[in-house]
């Protein structure tokens, strides 16, 4: 006989949405949701659920639940929450759509396999304006001036991150760096991001009256989308024969159908694609600095690690397979900060879960917990890259590192943003000598639909 699901008491109406941070109300006041998630699985357990404004949501944690839920025959993905709000400006774009829409089966076999081919920085059209990219951010002013500069490397990653996905992808440049602010379009999809958090967690009858709110709002899509258009538009008129995922989309056919991506669709894939190309890639990489400069040790072996095998020459995707403690660095890194610190599916039938205990039904969404996931002290402990080196990571048990999702809906971007993160990190690593400017500094997060480092700043 299956067990009731725990649930934290509630108020009619709102529900659980007290529930987390101290009884502080989910966002925007608090900042870190998946903080709060964490402190629930901590007092109800493994499983719990919540009613958010009469959405009842069921919530793992645990290694065993999450590994029996990894099962795209039972479970697919659910698209809820901030991220369905996100489709007013990515309608069924690959990480967007509802299972089963047809342009995600299109889009999914023509751009699976644009991305999963490495592309070596040297042969790339555009090879010297990435490689300047990768270090726009340290180098911009540090050259020029001898003394040590106090950066903040989550925003300088993430105007490299957002540089090189633009132009890898659709051959544009955003110029991220000609500017101390950043540019329209990034504030724009700050924004916007923001708003889908918010409205995801707002009352509708409140949002009706949001008039200002609600403008901005349809204002960001629009300018995004109609970035993305004249690009598109520009290409058309000016054809290429670069081997950019813009041409993938324009000129690939459908294996299966021979079906082309319409023009739509190729929008939404090309915002998709620098929205969420640079957000978890610049995270990554900033909570990177961050522990390898609170675990010196670390930073001392893979200083040694890339010295011995880039010496002073630029680093190149050839040399990412030699450098295995770099990444095993990554690896143990997005461990402890998962990115997309929550993922959702739903099940196909109604069900029983862990072990026959807990009764499930159909399409009732469930939220896996991977930040918990990565702390199950089952399988983990504290940072230790040795742990993610190449033997130690194969004898991993499955689905117990799970930055990328599973199944047919896991990130298709994952070998591009790997080699991004390699080059860039290795190439930090090369050039500086890194420190904390405040060397009592302990890890704060800020989180939209990612989670990132907040008031992190480092000298180069």
């Known amino acids: 006989m299956s067990r009731a699901i725990p649930q934290p008491p509630g108020y009619p109406f709102l529900g659980n949405i007290f529930s987390l941070n101290n009884g502080q109300i989910l966002t925007p006041f608090v900042d870190v949701p998946a903080h709060g998630f964490h402190e629930l699985a901590r007092k109800f357990g493994e499983i719990y659920q919540l009613n958010l404004l009469g959405r009842k949501v069921i919530f793992v944690s645990s290694y065993a639940l999450v590994n029996e839920l990894c099962d795209d025959s039972r479970f697919r993905k659910s698209v809820g929450g901030a991220l369905k709000e996100t489709r007013n400006l990515l309608n069924d774009g690959i990480f967007t759509a509802f299972d089963g829409e047809i342009s995600w089966n299109v889009a999914h076999r023509l751009l699976v396999p644009a991305f999963g081919t490495p592309l070596p920085v040297s042969s790339h059209p555009h090879s010297n304006t990435l490689n300047i990219n990768i270090m726009a951010g340290a180098l911009r002013v540090r050259d020029i001036m001898p003394i040590d500069l106090n950066i903040d490397p989550t925003d300088d990653l993430t105007r490299v991150a957002l540089d090189t996905i633009a132009l890898c992808s659709m051959s544009y440049r955003l110029e991220s760096f000609q500017s101390d602010s950043q540019p329209p379009f990034v504030q724009t999809m700050v924004d916007f991001l923001q708003e889908c958090n918010n409205r995801a967690n707002r009352p509708k009858i409140v949002q009706m009256f949001l008039n200002a709110t609600n403008g901005k709002y349809q204002r960001d899509i629009e300018q995004m989308r109609n970035t993305a258009k004249a690009i598109l538009q520009d290409r058309k008129a000016n054809p290429t024969d670069r081997k950019d995922m813009l041409n993938v989309m324009l000129r690939g056919r459908d294996p299966k159908t021979g079906a082309q991506m319409s023009d739509e669709s190729i929008i939404d ?137 599973f199944g047919m809906r896991s990130c298709i971007g994952r070998a591009f943003a790997w080699q991004e993160m390699c080059l860039v990190l290795s190439s930090i690593v090369q050039r500086f000598d890194l420190s904390l400017v405040d060397p009592s500094y302990e890890l704060q997060i800020t989180q939209a639909i990612t989670i990132k480092p907040k008031d992190f700043r480092i000298l180069a």
């Open 269 to 405: 894939n090309s915002v998709l694609t620098v929205f969420l190309g640079h957000e978890t890639t610049s995270g990554t990489m900033s909570f990177a600095l961050y522990y390898l400069l609170k675990h010196p040790e670390v930073m001392k072996e893979l200083q040694s690690e890339v010295d011995n095998v880039l010496g002073d020459q630029p680093a190149q995707l050839g040399d990412l397979t030699r450098m295995q403690y770099l990444n095993a660095v990554i690896r143990e890194t997005i461990r402890l900060q998962p990115t997309a610190a929550i993922r959702a599916i739903y099940p196909l039938e109604d069900t029983v879960i862990g072990g026959g205990k807990y009764f499930v039904m159909k399409n009732e969404p469930i939220a896996l917990q991977i930040w918990d996931l990565h702390r199950d002290i089952s399988i983990w402990e504290e940072f230790k890259p040795e742990r993610m080196l190449k033997e130690n990571f194969e004898l991993l048990p499955p689905n117990a590192w799970q930055p990328f999702g």
